[in-house]
């Protein structure tokens, strides 16, 4: 994953967490879309932009 691609999750992230849908599902068709989904760290990013949501 590349800077961009990063940022572009973020944006996905921040768009759809206020959403009464899930944005983790969001960001699991983001990733899809770019064919980074199967990258390691793309999982381990997309718990990390979460952890706010998650600890709270």
């Known amino acids: 994953m590349n800077y961009?691609?990063?940022v572009?999750?973020?944006?996905i992230e921040?768009?759809?967490e206020?959403?009464?849908v899930s944005s983790t599902g969001h960001m699991i068709i983001g990733s899809?879309?770019?064919g980074i989904?199967?990258?390691p760290f793309?999982?381990?990013f997309t718990v990390a932009?979460?952890?706010g949501a998650i600890l709270s």
Do not use: H, R
């Open 49 to 51: 932009i979460q952890l």
């Open 37 to 39: 989904a199967s990258d």
């Open 32 to 34: 899809s879309f770019m």
């Open 18 to 20: 206020f959403l009464p």
């Open 4 to 6: 961009f691609e990063a």
């Open 42 to 44: 793309v999982k381990l």
């Open 8 to 11: 572009i999750l973020a944006i």
């Open 14 to 16: 921040g768009l759809t």
